[in-house]
């Protein structure tokens, strides 16, 4: 028959290890440093990747990074430990991050057989796998020992069940004689089997026997015992025939061994002695049936070579356990016996741990207590949880020893039933009163440190190594409006301004993976939804060997103070654009573009004309189709004046209208329920609304509208002091740029007056000085130097007649001085208007002649008497005439005069050029005239005299008129005063 190899021959299975980290360079310095134990080695980056690798493989070690996105190391051991294939799976925790004892408890609680800190020696973590690696090896070759063995068993029960079958066959053979088909069947059996008669000579012999012997059936049959067998086995075989044939007894199991003739082999076979008895009942024969149990033997002998080296094993393992630094029990499952306890047990007792028999007897040894010194009842001590099968895991408690109380940390974990062994539980626990100690200084440290972050007016906050924020103060819960688990971890990016999220982020990350120091400037929003400026600092504490350790921050509200410092930079920036132009309208333009986005999201302009109208000068936003938007709404429907807010608010008040959240019904007060500007109205999209006043010298110039939209924004206090005061600056520049145009003006019209001026000066000087320079040359022309009385009075006739229109020129110059400085002086008395006329008209005889002007009169009957200053009224009168005649030279001038209403009526109409409407307001004001003075000339001063006149005296003067149809100005006075 074949040999089986045994355990000692066949190589141990390799043992499979998994490496768990979220940085690649880690994973390939443990590969190298793994590398000659010459075992596999599964590398994956993250938990979920880990416990896929498990559900489909198993492995002697797992090597867990702590420090991992998604699912941390802590995280996924828990896991593992739960699933039941895993549970005795060790893992070493590796981390570069904590060092201090509560991290490394808290990788013992999760399951962790050792925390490994990095930098680590490479030595050491090899030889600690290493141990592992060989435990698991040989378990699972004792796994498959054990597993062959009982496959022999097995077929050793399987033959021995044939074996019986065969005998039983045998056994109920009653004759000796010749049976041909009993011999078939012995000839063909696979087991040894002989007859041999009361002469202990063999009667039957069957092929499996000869052939062991080395010899043919024939050749045996016939034969004595002692004739076939050696002496010494001979012997036995007799003296076991004999007893047979003498007590007729059968016996059964005898071990005994052949060696096979031929190939020198030596078989252990069980040989089976039974009588064979005749009619009467004698026993005549001893049947002997032979069963090879080699194999079963072998078996045998390999189990108890397996129990040998199981027993080995046990002590190399119970060994191992000793030497663990951390304490240990083994707890039988049910029973709760103790079954083991390490060398670090012992030593944490003082003494021998103990190790009773009963539950009930450790009750009355082992006393715990929760860490407040209450008593922890029987049931719930971690010994009995684990013996119901339950794990325990973080379980501090204090331990009664004979040393005294000890604060200890408690872990188990189940071990399955295997053959042979029963369910045990593994108990770890470790002394953690220095930790105990160190975390109530901590804690006191720590009640400090929070004691004067809550004092703070400053946001105060700390955060872990990894950038993951855990504490934050109750500054910033209060400003949030909520739970300080809202700002923990990275909850914290959900309060940040989404404009600044990006930067600040890259900001932290940089901090973090550097271990700079952090500052930057972000909004926070705030618990109604509003957002106010931080400045955030932090700095970091690291290890003694430089690693970062923790970081500590503030936050500072700078909102106000930013405010200030951009409301300055952009009133600046305001003052600068305003002040760069002199020209109203595009000042205000580029007022608009300034204000979007960085004080509106929408900003308009509406400007006040002379008339009292508005007029929308500019709009900016963004978007080119919104703006088109605005123009269109402001073309095609008119102000609601009626508003209660914008616009019409500040038209009628002349103060800010201020709206920090714009409803809807607003939009529909605002357009008055028109539903097609009701739906572009909530195009616009508007939120938060301003409209402060253009204000120059106590004068509403216009209106600045400004509108937050899509950023989300609202307006509050400080927003409208800077639009205000954005207001008053434009309103001054735009004031500034009127008077610098009208400036200009007066400039330009002192030019043209003194044009003007010059030139109607020179006109009667010029005759004069004619007439003057000719009578000098005649009396120098005269012996005698006299000159004739006629000759002499002509030129003293021109002379006086310019010097009278000199002194005309003069005296309208004085008036206007005398109005401008509000000194014209009225003399009132009873005056006949109607008489005055006459005399006036009278006097303009010649002058109508000359004009080729027909001068026609229709005047009431009846004197029109007031009381006015008769030389004005006589200067208004001549005022008129002289432009009638002027203008409507060659054709009829006529003057009316009547009472209409108690006003007297005053009419001078002309049918010359006439004068445009455009120019009819004008032509009242100083130096102004409807036409070019080469044409007619004229300082432009009658009119604007005669006005002022008109309306000292309470009166007023208009003029309707078409060009080339002539014009009537008529003047109105009271005839009371």
Known sequence: MPSVPTSSSAPLPPAPLLLVDDYPPNLIALEAVLAPLGQPLVKVTSGEEALKAMLSEDFAAVLLDVQMPGLSGLETATLIKQRKRSAATPILFLSAVSRDEGAILEGYAHGAVDYIVKPYDPDILRAKVGV??????????????????????????????????????????????????????????????????????????????????????????????????????????????????????????????????????RRHVMV??????????????????????????????????????????????????????????????????????NAAADQMWGGTYPRPETRAEYDRIVTVRHLDGTPIPSEQ??????????????LQMLLDTPRGSTAILVESSQVPAMEGSPAVGVV????????KEAERALQKREQEFRTLA????????????DGQLDYVNQVLTRYIGREEAAALGNSWTQLIHPEDLDETQRRWTHSVHTGEPYEVEYRIRRADGAYRWFLTRATCMREPDGRPLKWFGTATDIDDARRTRDAHRFLAEASALLGSTLEAEATLQQVARLAVPTLADWCCVDMLEEDGSLRRLAVSHTDPAKVRLAWEIARRYALN?????????????????????????????????????????????????????LVARG???????????????????????????????????????????????????????????????????????????????????????????????????????????????VSGLLDVSRISTGRLELHLEPVDLSALVREVAHAFEAEAAKADCALRLRLAEAPVVGRWDRLRLEQVVTNLLTNALKYGAGRPV?????????????????????????????????????????????LGLGLYITREIVRALGGGVSVESEPERGALFTVSLPLRS
Not at 300 to 324: D, G, K, M, T
Not at 428 to 435: E, R, V, W
Not at 454 to 465: L, Y
């Open 132 to 265: 592992f690696v060989d435990l698991y090896r040989r378990g699972r070759q004792l796994q498959r020992e054990e597993a062959e063995m009982r496959r022999r068993e097995r077929e050793l029960l399987e033959r021995e069940s044939a074996a019986r079958v065969q005998a039983a066959v045998q056994e109920v053979q009653r004759a000796v004689g010749p049976l041909p088909l009993v011999d078939a069947l012995l000839a063909a059996a696979p087991v040894g089997m002989t007859l041999v008669d009361r002469e202990l000579r063999y009667v039957r012999c069957n092929a499996w026997i000869a052939h062991a012997i080395g010899r043919s059936p024939e050749q045996v049959v016939g034969r004595t015992v002692r004739e076939v067998s050696p002496l010494e086995e001979s012997a036995r075989i007799q003296q076991r025939v004999e007893h047979v044939l003498r007590t007729g007894e059968t016996l059964m199991g005898l071990p005994t061994y052949v060696d096979f003739a031929h190939t020198g082999e």
């Open 272 to 341: 089976n002695y039974f009588p064979v008895r005749g009619e009467d009942g004698a026993v005549v024969a001893v049947g002997a049936l032979f069963l090879d149990v080699t194999a079963q033997v072998r078996a045998q002998q390999h189990a108890e070579s397996l129990n040998e080296r199981l027993i080995a094993q046990q002590h190399w393992l119970e060994a191992v356990l000793h030497r663990i630094p951390v304490p240990l029990v083994l707890v039988e499952r049910g029973s709760g016996r103790f079954t083991f306890a």
């Open 381 to 394: 001590m971690a010994s009995a949880r684990t013996a119901r099968g339950e794990s325990v895991s973080g």
């Open 428 to 435: 770890t626990f470790q002394d953690i009163s220095a930790l």
């Open 454 to 465: 809550e004092s703070m007016p400053q946001v105060v906050w700390t955060a872990r190594a």
């Open 641 to 693: 004046l009626k508003a209660r807010y914008g616009v019409p608010h500040v038209l009628r008040t002349g103060e800010t209208s201020w709206v920090p959240d714009v409803s809807e019904d607003m939009l529909v007060a605002a357009t008055e329920g028109d539903p097609e500007r009701l739906g572009m109205a909530r195009q616009l999209g508007l939120r938060s609304f301003l409209a402060v006043p």
């Open 699 to 809: 004068k509403l110039l216009g209106v600045l509208i400004l509108a937050h939209s899509e950023s989300g924004r609202r307006y509050d206090e400080a927003d409208v002091r800077l639009a205000e005061d954005l207001g008053r600056r434009a309103g001054l520049a735009v004031d500034n740029a009127r008077l610098y145009a009208a400036s200009q003006a007066a400039v330009q019209l002192r030019d043209d007056f003194l044009g003007v001026a010059s030139h109607e000066l020179k006109t009667p000087l010029t005759p004069i000085q004619l007439k003057v320079q000719a009578l000098q040359r005649r009396v120098s022309a005269e012996p005698e130097g006299v000159l004739p009385a006629r000759q002499v009075g002509a030129v003293l006739d021109v002379v006086s007649t310019q010097t009278r229109k000199l002194s005309v020129l």
């Open 894 to 938: 006529e003057v009316t005069l009547a009472t209409v209403d108690g006003r007297a009526l005053l009419g001078v109409r002309d049918e010359g050029i006439g004068i445009a409407a455009e120019a009819q307001a004008r032509i009242f004001e100083k130096f102004e005239r409807a036409v070019s003075d080469r044409h007619y000339g004229g």
